[in-house]
């Protein structure tokens, strides 16, 4: 008989539990519900958020002026 280590017995539990949980939170009204209010509350709390600010992307371009240039 063949022993299985502890750290394959604990990887394989978690991809069960995982695949378990995506299947309640797709199948079931409750899961549904559940996804809709996560991702309601986290684009409610981006847009009312204060702290963030856009970066603006043109700043990547190495030919953007510095703020010594300017």
């Known amino acids: 008989m063949q022993a299985i280590p502890v750290h394959r017995f604990y990887?394989?539990?978690g991809i069960?539990?995982?695949v378990v949980?995506?299947?309640l939170l797709l199948g079931t009204p409750a899961g549904q519900?559940?996804?809709a209010w996560i991702c309601l509350t986290a684009t409610d709390a981006v847009a009312n958020?204060?702290?963030i600010h856009g970066f603006p992307l043109d700043?990547?371009?190495p030919t953007?002026?510095?703020q010594e240039a300017l």
């Open 33 to 35: 519900n559940t996804l």
């Open 49 to 51: 958020a204060t702290h």
């Open 59 to 61: 700043r990547l371009d």
């Open 21 to 23: 949980l995506v299947l």
């Open 16 to 18: 069960i539990t995982a």
């Open 64 to 66: 953007y002026p510095t």
């Open 11 to 13: 990887r394989l539990s």
